[in-house]
């Protein structure tokens, strides 16, 4: 009879351990548990950035390929990387207004996308399904975009990989590119595991190229109303933006084909955008044109409860969405514009992160300029996150006008129409937050030092490449002026941070003596819009057009300040400073700084979603040995 109860006992100590480990692997998430990523080997090997890749591309009929290439046809080819061969991969060109920019300059140099399973379902590089080859335009230092994606990795944003790849077509050589990972499947498992998320690209821009986005824009169709520019003439064309008068790129608000939509309210019961604004109005003009810019649902802001009204995030899914998926976004859209319950609705940690990286970075060719583009938005169980994309006009490339606006480029502007970046202004609490990551960022990332590693890396690559964009000695003016831009930002934002330096654009007006004088250096030597698109919105030539980014600029949410100086004189903590003890606690519990990675736990702990169905298999097996030792 004893031995009975002792056997009992015993069971049911197994019994409750093998539920609770069943409960955490299946209820992971709700209890702040994260899937594991998952290493896929393509990572080690051509995303190694300690070298220059070799890709040689094998194709029948290169010649007729590159003709069509503004087409973004796919056609098959075969490609060897780093000595390895593979056969029947899908190649086509890529880009938005590169495609159109490459053929005015006369360049075959396009951008290229290969896709590995295209032909056959399931094929891969080492676990890669999608690779782009970013032909480095508009960039004079051939390194921007690879900066800032190893800057977000390197302070915990969900990046993509990149390293630089030396390419040959055929045997012969065709130029340096950028190597990126696709952000789709791959990317997917590498950063959230299998049981990965939504994913979205969201866009309204039809501006110049890009597949399935106004791909037929031609600049030449483009009315340009009573302007003198003609972008084929190389009088206003090559170097400048016709002339607009008072008129500002991020002041454009295209006009809607239904007039009797209310335009959204912001959480204080105003409207800021233009009547009959939706995320579904595309205005008539040739290729697109600025189809869409400024559409409240890019600007990720809650419109209404109807999906027809997010054309330019669902039309963009990356992941197959479902009915549930789509009313789940839009609930979590709308929680963040009433910045209520922002916990829940954001990932607040990787949100932070981004946006430090990004603002430090200055590009307004992304979703805080007058395009409202160039992100990708994660969604897993109604939180939400932004992951970067195309940085080539980063580092004051798209505005190419004036250096001390761009190195002083405002940290605490609040863009009250874009509500993922707003909420961080919201409360006091989570400015401070922002200040403190701000810090970390500054003191942690070794910016002169990547540089200096990448120009060391591809310097002898850049001299022999034969389509380069480029001379030279344009590449190292470039990189000098890089390096320079790099130093006076970081000294900018310290200053902006500790309150020596305004941080929002109407305290600057007031003092502008306080700034960094960058006077000294040309934005535009790193390479700008106005290499290819005669200037760009406020590029050379046309230093009066307003910066693009600043456009949405307005008062904070709320009632707290966006300056840098709390209300009782305290400023945050200063870059260099290890004092974490006032810092707010983050309501995920903050990153994991061993793993490089955020997550939603406050201690994450890594478990992968495949041991689910044997956890429960052994709570079942379990239950069976006990009913067999009662039996015994």
């Known amino acids: 009879m004893a031995a009975h109860k002792k056997t009992d006992r015993i069971c049911c100590a197994v019994l409750i351990l093998s539920v609770l480990i069943t409960v955490l692997f299946m209820n992971g998430e709700a209890l702040g548990l994260t899937a594991k990523a998952a290493a896929l080997g393509y990572e080690t090997r051509l995303f190694d950035t300690t070298k220059v890749h070799t890709i040689d591309i094998v194709m029948d009929g290169w010649d007729t390929f590159i003709d069509g290439c503004e087409d973004e046809e796919y056609a098959s080819c075969a490609v060897v990387i780093d000595g390895e061969s593979y056969k029947n991969v899908a190649i086509r060109a890529k880009g938005n207004t590169s495609l159109s920019s490459v053929r005015q300059l006369g360049s075959q140099r396009y951008s290229f996308k290969l896709e590995f399973d295209h032909y056959e379902s399931g094929k891969t590089y080492h676990g890669l399904d999608k690779l782009c080859l970013n032909n480095l335009i508009q960039d004079n230092t051939m390194m921007k975009d690879y900066l800032v994606y190893r800057l977000m990795g390197n302070f915990g944003v969900a990046s993509p990989l990149c390293s630089f790849v030396y390419i040959t077509v055929n045997g012969e050589d065709w130029g340096l590119y950028l190597a990126v990972e696709g952000v789709e499947d791959a990317f997917l498992e590498r950063n959230y595991g299998a049981n990965s998320g939504e994913l979205y690209k969201p866009d309204s821009m039809s501006f110049g190229g890009g597949r399935g986005n106004g791909k037929d824009f031609d600049m030449d169709d483009f009315d340009f109303g009573d302007t003198d520019f003609d972008p084929a003439d190389s009088e206003t064309g090559a170097g400048q933006m016709p002339d607009f008068g008072d008129f500002s790129p991020g002041d454009f608000q295209p006009p809607s084909d239904d007039t009797t939509d209310a335009p959204p309210e912001k959480p204080d019961g105003t409207t800021d955008n233009a009547p009959g604004e939706t995320g579904s109005k595309r205005p008539e003009m040739p290729g697109g044109g600025f189809g869409g810019m400024g559409s409240s649902d890019v600007k990720l802001s809650y419109i209404d409860d109807d999906p027809d009204s997010y054309a330019n995030?669902?039309?963009?899914?990356?992941?197959?969405?479902?009915?549930?998926?789509?009313?789940?976004?839009?609930?979590?859209?709308?929680?963040?514009s009433s910045y209520e319950y922002l916990e829940d609705v954001l990932d607040i940690d990787a949100v932070v992160r981004y946006f430090v990286v990004h603002n430090f970075v200055v590009n307004g060719d992304s979703y805080t300029g007058s395009m409202i583009h160039n992100y990708y938005l994660y969604e897993e169980h109604g939180r939400l996150s932004m992951l970067p994309w195309d940085y080539n006009l980063a580092f004051g490339g798209f505005q190419a006008s004036d250096a001390t606006a761009s190195v002083n480029d405002p940290i605490d502007d609040v863009l009250s129409d874009r509500p993922m970046q707003a909420w961080m202004f919201s409360s006091e609490e989570?400015?401070?937050?922002?200040?403190?990551?701000?810090?970390e960022f500054l003191q942690s990332a070794d910016i002169q030092g990547l540089i200096d590693e990448a120009y060391s890396l591809i310097a002898p690559y850049v001299e022999k490449d034969p389509t380069k964009f480029c001379t030279y000695e344009e590449f190292e003016t470039g990189v000098q002026t890089l390096k320079t831009y790099c130093t006076l930002r970081t000294e900018s934002v310290q200053g902006q941070l500790s309150g020596s330096i305004p941080s929002t654009s109407e305290a600057q007006k007031l003092d502008s003596e306080s700034l960094v004088d960058a006077s000294a250096i040309t934005v535009s030597d790193m390479g700008s819009m106005g290499n290819t698109m005669g200037g760009g919105f406020g590029g050379p030539g046309n230093g009066d057009l307003e910066p693009p980014g600043r456009s949405g600029s307005d008062d904070a949410p709320t009632a707290a300040a966006a300056e840098t100086s709390s209300q009782d004189g305290q400023t945050p903590q200063s870059p260099g400073t290890d004092d974490t003890s006032n810092r707010p606690t983050p309501p995920d519990g903050g990153p994991d700084t061993q793993s490089g990675r955020t997550g939603a736990g406050s201690a994450e702990i890594l478990l992968t979603a495949a041991c689910a169905a044997p956890a429960l298999k052994l709570f079942c097996s379990i239950c069976t040995a006990i009913q067999r030792l009662r039996r015994f």
């Open 313 to 336: 995030i669902f039309d963009n899914a990356k992941t197959d969405v479902t009915e549930k998926d789509e009313a789940r976004l839009i609930e979590s859209l709308k929680m963040l």
């Open 430 to 439: 989570y400015t401070q937050l922002y200040h403190e990551y701000y810090a």
